[in-house]
């Protein structure tokens, strides 16, 4: 996992599958992302467009990137995804359960408010990511019943479920608090981690009820890196 | 004694202990601060827990094996820049007496990396405080006043003394020797204890920062000692080191 090939943002979440053999895995996304770049070069497609079609081995993820961690995760749908399957481009991240009534309602509507500031070509290239911090009971399909629930745009959006151990270790990483209740309920703190490209955290908004502005402009920002020449 | 007989025994008494550990549990702990509103007591499984912290000796061992988890090459979200500063080089101690003295600036992430290396885990926070509940007489001494002058002395002391090689201190009930007076220890749900800054939150889960239930409060005032661990990690991230701030290993027995 050390030396990983750089692969673009995939077009659409069934690419990212890691599936038991990464190596055809990868294939898979190189070839089906050179099909992307080499039909569309000359249009405006970001997803190819600033990442150079994805045929350079890329470097370990830079030495604060959340993306060193390496775990597997379960999208809503069942896919096998890595954490930095969204490597290249900006991502916003959270940690939430799906049967959570209190905080975690106003976590997700705080990140479709950021969500909605955006202009399309912006949202276009952003990515939510929310992995659950209830692997015993956020199974795909719980999750998938959520993001009906919450009508989120499951192109952009990605709910996601690990094993208890990555879980701890992604919540560190991020300093997520939280505990496990009696009840089976989880008392957590509330945090909206925005990644640059490579995984590296550019803003951190802790608490319920804080405005997406902050969110909003760590997001241009991010992208604004991208705009620069290399 | 026939195979059989054996079979029999270990059935009953469990697994042989892993090497360097004591069986510690079933218990319930009393717990200083609360679980839930209301609620203190907290069931413990039984779990296999070393009887010392880890060493510098042993946690070079395994960096020399590990080399990710060299000082010179870990990732700065692992560990900040003073993980391991008190050894001369990256796979190099300072002196022969750090060998036998307990491994600090160590990282939660490279902690709990080196136990899974070991086949095990950090102890979980209730695991480790019924673990350190206990004198060598008593299976909860936190009530008892020699106790608990003993931890507050320790926590008194100038940080400037060397920290002195581990098994020194006495075994308690478990045969667990070093929770008090020693070094602070990482456990592996450091990030759940949820301290308020204030108890004005208190039954307001809403306007607190955290989801669910209200954060903890300490259910004992007195017991200073378990306070002070509380909110020490409280104040903790993953990557965070520490001159003084060491671990152990534990692992499930299985059963109870």
Known sequence: MRSMTRVPRPRHP???????DRRAALAALIASCAFACGTTSASTDHACHHHGGGHELAPDA??????????????????????????????VMAMFYASCTSACPLLIAQLKAADAQLTPEERARTRFVLVSLDPERDTPQALSELARRHALDLERWSLERAGEADVRRLAAVLGVKYRKLPNGDYNHSSVITVLDREGVARAR?????????????????????????? | MGIATSCLLVALTGAPPPAGMARVG??????????????????????????VPVTNAEFLAFVAGAPEWRRDRVARVFATPQYLTHWRGPLELADAAQASEPVTNVSWFAAQAYC??????????????????????????????????????WYARSAATRIGAVGRGPANLWGIRD????IWEWVLDFNGTLLAEDGRDRGDPDSSRFCGAAALYASDAEDYGAIMRYAMRSSLEGNYTTSRLGFRCARDAGGS
């Open chain 1, 62 to 91: 830079p030495s604060e990137s959340v993306y060193r961690l390496e775990m597997k995760l379960v999208d809503q749908g069942g896919r096998d995804v890595t954490l930095d399957a969204h490597r290249g481009g900006p991502v």
């Open chain 1, 205 to 230: 908004q802790e608490g319920p009820r804080q405005p997406a502005e902050p969110i909003v402009q760590a997001v241009r920002a991010v992208l604004g890196q991208d705009e620069q020449p290399k």
């Open chain 2, 179 to 182: 929770l008090h007076g020693l």
């Open chain 2, 26 to 51: 079933p218990g319930v702990l009393e717990s200083t601060v609360e679980i839930a509103p209301g609620r203190t007591a907290i069931d413990v499984a039984a779990f296999w827990l070393d009887v």
């Open chain 2, 116 to 153: 899974e290396a070991r086949g095990g885990r950090l102890p979980s926070e209730r695991e480790w405080e019924l673990a350190a509940a206990a004198s060598a007489t008593q299976q909860d001494a936190r009530r008892d006043p020699a106790f608990r002058q003993v931890i507050l002395s």
């Open chain 1, 14 to 20: 069934a690419l990212t599958a890691a599936g038991p």
